[in-house]
């Protein structure tokens, strides 16, 4: 005689933690997408035996996905955005308030950008969104995935393994032979008062120490050019930090004039987030830099996500739609107060919709594994007045 019996656990470890309001419109559009699995275990002989996790089904049916099922009009308006869902102007924001999908569904529009190779999309309602679906070519995500893994965590950049174990150097290398961390190396770059910086030595494998390559996969976040502060949500401009690569900043440059026309927009700062299977990216909204008319540019590798944007309000009623590698996120003006986050990645190989030559081992047998069950978001910003 058999019984199954059903544990539910969720399989998340969040980036940035949401405050505890577990009853608002974006919090239960977060637990919606979150990724759970089933613990299904089997009675035999009055015993629990077995264990397996099996993924819950999740309803994806409202998410948006600016890939598949978006058709482009003819023709397109030189004066305002084209409806191109199939809807009417008179149509009102489609909001699904049912518990199966706690999010909206606006129209899509495409926004008329000349000599851009890629379509740009928004969302009526959304001022200050822009969307570029497969924006990057294979080569130029190979490029950002490499700098990702090779130059950005290492110092002077900071990471969050900086507070407990100093700036790191060689990561990646160190990770590939399975090194681990010296405990008692520690070369400060000046006092511990002015600065938690440190610089740390490798060991060889056997010699103790934190291994490379568990902080290689516990890697969360690493900041670029001006030092970002997460105790304290704040730019730190006396602290070193390694510039914004010249290809990097020329790409964002460039697309920034579609959400601010007018210019002026500096690459100053970027901070790199890094996901693994099951990690997610609390809600929150970013408004601390000092011009908000500049847009954030937000580059997706790797595995697909569900991105949710909200309101102001943790009460609005977010969208939510799909972000694959090799497109692009902007967000300017009104849209850099709304809330939003990643309540999941798809890191199964048959969900993870990666280029092939991506996940290839042509370029780099370490890095296309990586990166295989692995998503990177770059997002880049304007950080002075």
């Known amino acids: 005689w058999k019984r199954r019996v059903h544990v539910l656990v969720p399989i998340s470890m969040s980036i940035e933690q949401p405050l505890a309001l577990s009853d608002t419109a974006f919090r239960k559009a977060e637990k919606h997408y979150q990724l759970y699995r089933e613990q299904i275990f089997r009675r035999r002989k009055g015993k629990l035996r077995g264990g397996k996790l099996v993924t819950r089904a999740t309803d994806l049916s409202n998410v948006i996905d600016f890939r598949n099922g978006v058709a482009e009009p003819a023709t397109v308006p030189d004066s305002q955005p084209e409806p191109i869902d ?10 699904d308030k049912s518990e199966s999908t706690p999010t909206q569904r606006p129209r899509v529009v495409r926004v008329p950008c000349d000599g851009m190779e890629t379509s740009v999309y928004s969302l009526e309602g959304f001022e200050g969104f822009y969307f570029l679906p497969a924006a990057l070519s294979v080569d130029e995500q190979r490029r950002l995935v490499r700098s990702a893994l090779l130059e950005f965590p290492e110092s002077p950049n900071r990471t969050n393994h900086t507070k407990e174990h100093g700036l790191l150097t060689n ?78 900043d020329d790409l964002v440059t460039r697309l920034a004039r579609i959400a601010q026309p007018q210019g002026g927009y500096r690459a100053e700062a970027a901070i790199v987030n890094y996901y693994g299977p099951g990690d997610t990216l609390g809600g929150h909204t970013d408004a601390m830099e000092g011009d908000l008319s500049q847009p954030i540019v937000s580059i997706s590798l790797g595995c697909k996500a569900v991105f949710l944007l909200g309101g102001p309000a943790r009460d609005d009623i977010p969208v939510a739609f799909y972000l694959r590698s090799g497109d692009i996120m902007m967000m300017a003006n009104s849209a850099r107060h709304r809330y939003h986050g990643v309540p999941r990645i798809f890191a199964e190989v048959e969900e993870a919709d990666i280029p092939d030559g991506i996940t290839s081992h042509q370029w780099d047998d370490p890095m296309a594994a990586y990166i295989s069950s692995s998503r990177i978001n770059i997002n880049v910003r304007h950080v002075t007045a």
């Open 86 to 95: 199939g809807t009417t102007q008179q149509d009102s924001l489609k909001d």
């Open 171 to 248: 990561l990646w290398d160190a990770a590939r032979r399975d090194l681990s961390l010296a405990q008692q190396s520690v070369v400060h770059e000046q006092p511990e008062e002015e600065s938690d910086a440190a610089l740390r030595a490798w060991r060889e494998p056997g010699e103790g120490g934190v291994r490379a390559t568990m902080l290689l996969r516990r890697l969360r976040w690493a900041t670029v050019g001006t030092q970002f502060n997460w105790a304290e949500r704040a730019y730190h401009d006396n602290l070193p930090g390694g510039r914004v690569p010249e290809e990097l």
